[in-house]
């Protein structure tokens, strides 16, 4: 039974055809049905193909019974023995697959549950048996799917599927010529006793293809000489259905049982397959398909999904970077180093990437790099604030592992729902990199502070006991207190445990201005700049306590230089317009 639905309203409208002479059809529990690349109508299969061009209101039929029709198959009103089983999946000797040409009006395939392969190349007027002409295969053999190809009108792939008489070998052939002759692509590649279920020619690479089994996916890069066992991501499950998408290039994977997974981008393989020289490269970036810089909505329902709701895990976020890495087990290392550049050579971004041999992909989330952080800050890497997001436009990516060195470029892109202007964005970005300064002074002046407490420390350590050196002891012990005091100021109370705020302290007064700047990308808001200033004054009177106490540490050491005591570390001061060095 077919049923026409519209999405808006749940409208639901029967449209199953019927023969005009009152003939029984005989639908599949799973009918072949397909769309008319040409005109949009849609084909539906019994032992007849139906026509419709109306959404299914009405039907024609184009075609003689495609079937043996062997009425000894035809019994499945007595299906069940004792206790009937007459629930319409007992159907046999019906229509599996309809799939027209996208290149050739008129050429349509059709295949069946007992092992006809039909091809018409006049839409429908008149038809040829193919099957006689296909070597190999055992007679009756269900015909799952057919893929006509997306490049050439007489070429098809046609998958067969003999498990349920308890034969599971693979059955893959591919015809050039309308059908006359047939060349099996099941090669050894393919694990033994898999039998296989649907193909998919990738619609720009013609030696692409994807090959789904009983036990996982293949893919081929040279037309289906060789097959690879795909084994990034996806289990060893019955693979129904692929399909690439048009625009975004992802590989759509529906199986049997264990849900829909997408392999995001696939160019890298048609590179590979246009390019093979690119796998005995020691190093090879691949083009860069455009990011979008797109905002992502809260999910309806559940906003905490425990392990209450299953959600699929999303494409990452940002630029997809792909690399061919065969040098990597000779370099002796798992990690590359991923640099960003803008289209002035600025440093933007360095962040660490796979290295492993074969294809890596990581993904730039489209951020510079953020502001400094405490060296004791044990908070998980996706936990911590990234840097603001760059402005629309294009940048270098570079792979660097070893001596190896490959370069790609991506185009960044705007969000094109949002309403914001290229200088609202560059005003925003200005202010953020404004805070993120003065999150790196602040982050500097406790990295001098703690530096000057460790010094003082090993001299406390080294005076300890020692009658002579008393008063160095004492002033040391004291300037260490005054040190954890100013450090304080910066980060609150530490050590302590449990829940701990502290609102003016440097560190977090920043952090909140930093966080409501960053939460859209238009001009600022006027709590978000008065939140960086009021941070900034705190900053500067943290720092004037910041260089008093370290003009002090100064002080010390020159004592304990006349008492002859190792020397230690004493820090310069630091002022608001500190910068570190650029990596």
Known sequence: FI???????????????????????????????????????????????????????????????????????????????????????????????????PVEQGVIWVGTDDGNVQLTRDGGATWT????????????????????????????????????RGNNRPYLFRTTDYGRSWTSLATADIEPYTFLHTVEQDPVSPRVLYLGSEYGMYVSLDGGAKWTLWRHGLPRAPVRALLVHPRDHDLVIGTHGR????????????????????????????????????????????????????????????????????ASPARDSARTTIEVLDGPGDFVRRFRGPAKAGLNRTSWNLRMDGPRRLGDDDTPAEFLPPGPSVLPGSYTIRVIAGADTATGAVVVE???????????????????????????????AVTRLRAARKGIDEVLERTKGKDDLNALHS?????????????????????????????????????????????????????????????????????????????????????????????????????????????
């Open 3 to 101: 049923v026409r639905f519209d999405t808006l309203t749940g409208e639901r409208k029967s449209i199953r055809p019927a023969h005009p002479n009152g003939v029984e059809l005989r639908f599949h529990w799973n009918a072949g049905i397909g769309i008319d690349p040409f005109d949009g109508c849609v084909y539906y299969g019994s032992q007849f193909v139906h026509r419709s061009c109306d959404m299914g209101n009405s039907w024609t039929i184009v075609s003689p019974d495609l079937t043996t029709n062997d009425p000894e198959k035809q019994r499945q009103l007595e299906s069940g023995g004792l206790t009937y089983d007459v629930t319409a999946a007992e159907n046999h000797t019906t229509i599996l697959t309809i799939a027209s040409s």
């Open 129 to 164: 048996n193919m099957v006689g002409r296909i070597r190999g295969v055992p007679a009756a053999t269900w015909v799952p799917h057919i893929e006509p190809s997306k490049f050439e009108g007489g070429t098809a792939f046609v998958v067969f599927d003999d498990h349920r």
């Open 259 to 326: 849900a829909a997974y997408v392999v995001d981008d696939v160019q890298p393989l048609r590179a590979l397959a246009s390019d093979p020289d690119i796998a005995g490269r020691s190093l090879h970036m691949f083009e860069i398909p455009p990011a979008i810089q797109y905002e992502v909505a809260q999910v309806d329902g559940i906003r905490f999904l425990a392990d209450g709701k299953f959600v699929g895990e999303n494409r990452p976020y940002g630029a997809l970077l792909s690399s061919a890495d065969t």
């Open 414 to 444: 705007d969000d094109g729902r949002l309403s914001y202007t290229v200088a609202e964005r560059r005003e925003k970005l200005e202010v953020l990199k404004h805070a993120m300064q003065r999150q790196n002074v602040a982050v500097e």
């Open 475 to 583: 002033a040391g012990d004291s300037l260490g207190k005054r040190l954890e005091e100013v450090e304080e100021t910066f980060t609150g109370p530490q050590d302590l445990q449990g829940i701990v705020r502290r609102p003016d302290a440097v560190t977090a007064m920043i952090g909140l201005a930093y966080g409501q700047l960053a939460s859209s990308r238009d001009a600022p808001t006027q709590g978000g700049t008065l939140y960086l200033r009021q941070a900034e004054a705190r900053l500067q009177e943290a720092l004037e306590a910041v260089n008093a106490v370290l003009g002090a540490v100064r002080g010390y050491k020159d004592r304990v230089r006349e008492a002859g005591v190792e020397l230690f570390e004493a820090p310069e001061g630091i002022a608001m317009d500190w910068r570190p060095d650029e990596p």
